[in-house]
C-alpha cells in the first residue's frame, strides 16, 4: 500500500481558522489541497502553489 500523506490546516493559520484536515495518496491530498487552497482561501491555482503545497505533505502513519 502506498504511503499515505497528510495535510492539516491548523498547522498554517489563516483568517479563517480552517480545520480541515485532508489524508490519502500523495496525488490524492496534492489534488484536494490545492482545490480547497483556491476555493476556500483565495489562492490563485498555479503550478508554484502545488509546488508549495507538496512541500508541506507530511507522512502519516498507516
Given at each position: 500500500?502506498?504511503?499515505?500523506?497528510?495535510?492539516?490546516?491548523?498547522?498554517?493559520p489563516?483568517?479563517?481558522?480552517?480545520?480541515?484536515?485532508?489524508?490519502?495518496?500523495?496525488?490524492?491530498?496534492?489534488?484536494?489541497?490545492?482545490?480547497?487552497?483556491?476555493?476556500?482561501?483565495?489562492?490563485?491555482?498555479?503550478?508554484?502553489?502545488?509546488?508549495?503545497?507538496?512541500?508541506?505533505?507530511?507522512?502519516?502513519?498507516?
Amino acid at each position: 500500500m502506498a504511503n499515505r500523506k497528510s495535510i492539516d490546516c491548523r498547522d498554517y493559520p489563516s483568517e479563517k481558522n480552517c480545520s480541515l484536515k485532508i489524508s490519502g495518496t500523495e496525488e490524492e491530498v496534492l489534488d484536494a489541497a490545492v482545490q480547497h487552497a483556491v476555493s476556500a482561501h483565495g489562492h490563485e491555482e498555479t503550478s508554484e502553489l502545488r509546488e508549495q503545497i507538496k512541500s508541506m505533505l507530511k507522512n502519516e502513519a498507516d
